[in-house]
């Protein structure tokens, strides 16, 4: 079981709310990432990492943003929540090597904003 | 350039039958192959890898990959279902030669349903 944990699990939010999801990995991991999941569909990057003070955005353009202060912290925050904001997001880690170089995931925060 | 295309969104086999999940991969490099399993709520587990090695990869839960060169896939197979194996899979390329899962490419998923 991979050590990458993801805060909360679940969350219903009012539109305009500030809201911050968690993602703390003990593996000591440089990289981490962030994305984004609709139902049914393939993940899209949305932010990475590869290492503290070290951010870019990724594929799939997003109003969030993250921070990286901490290797084992990349918290990702939406300033003002949107109904079109309603996803799930899948935190991943990974190590940093050449072969064989997967990623780890955490078990996903599914946010929904009313 | 690279892309991933799982060609069934949803397979449905009875327990104890074959598991076939089809993918076929494109890439202007040699391609790392993975395949990941999604459960209900949960977080994205790897089954397998392919980073050049054996063609034949084994991965968890009596999954297997072949990876076919000239026919450019990578589909997953497994002898006899299991009712714990319904989920959603997930095909994922990656160059070989890039260090970062920041180049990893999804496909758009496979939910396997196993019937009792």
Known sequence: EADIYQTPRYLVIGTGKKITLECSQTM???????????????????HYSYG??????GDLSSESTVSRIRTEHFPLTLESA??????????????????GTEAFFGQGTRLTVV | ???????????????????????????????????????????????????????????????????KKSE?????TKPSAHMSDA???FCVVRPISSGSARQLTFGSGT????LP
């Open chain 1, 52 to 57: 503290v003070n070290s951010t870019e955005k």
């Open chain 2, 1 to 67: 350039a690279q892309s991933v295309t799982q060609l069934d969104s949803h397979v449905s086999v009875s327990e104890g039958t074959p598991v076939l999940l089809r993918c076929n991969y494109s890439s202007s490099y040699s391609p790392s192959l993975f395949w990941y399993v999604q459960h209900p709520n949960k977080g994205l587990q790897l089954l397998l890898k392919y980073t050049s090695a054996a063609t034949l990869v084994k991965g968890i839960n009596g999954f297997e990959a072949e990876f």
């Open chain 2, 87 to 89: 989920a959603e899979y």
């Open chain 1, 82 to 99: 949107r109904p079109s904001h309603t996803s799930q997001y899948l935190c991943a880690s990974s190590e940093t090597g050449i072969l």
């Open chain 1, 28 to 46: 000591g991991h440089d990289k981490m990432y962030w994305y984004q999941q609709d139902p049914g569909m393939e993940l899209h990057l949305i």
């Open chain 2, 111 to 114: 939910q396997l349903t196993v």
């Open chain 2, 72 to 76: 450019t896939s990578f589909h997953l």
